[in-house]
């Protein structure tokens, strides 16, 4: 079992940054991939990015080049680093996490950090 929790949202310019944190309970951190996931009213939940248990990266067209997914086995955190923000990357970023160990895959989901990119 692994609960997730996102911190790291606020208030934020155009053009500017923001870093988002998700805390993860348990002692399984080192083998689940972590994924970042956004959603706006009315939207689909869109995913923007992902690290394997590898440290493999991945991301959505939308975010990259601007943003940056890093995780600390140590700490049990990943993490979202956020730059040249934009008006309409303002959404409520979810942490979730995905066990390919449990048998059935297992996936959990934090309750989401708002992000508002506002002048």
């Known amino acids: 079992q692994v609960q997730l929790v996102e911190s790291g949202g606020g208030l934020v310019q155009p053009g500017g940054s923001l870093k988002l944190s998700c805390a993860a309970s348990g002692s399984i951190f080192r083998r689940i991939d972590m994924h970042w996931y956004r959603q706006v009213p009315g939207n689909q939940r869109e995913w923007v990015a992902a690290?394997?248990?590898?440290?493999?990266?991945n991301y959505a067209d939308s975010v990259k080049g601007r943003f940056t997914i890093s995780r600390d086995n140590a700490k049990n955190t990943a993490y979202l680093q956020m730059n040249s923000l934009r008006p309409d990357d303002t959404a409520v970023y979810y942490c979730?996490?995905?066990?390919?160990?449990?048998?059935?895959?297992?996936?959990?989901w934090g309750k989401g950090t708002l992000v508002t990119v506002s002048s």
């Open positions: 979730n996490a995905n066990d390919p160990f449990a048998s059935p895959r297992a996936e959990y």
């Open positions: 690290i394997t248990r590898f440290g493999n990266t």
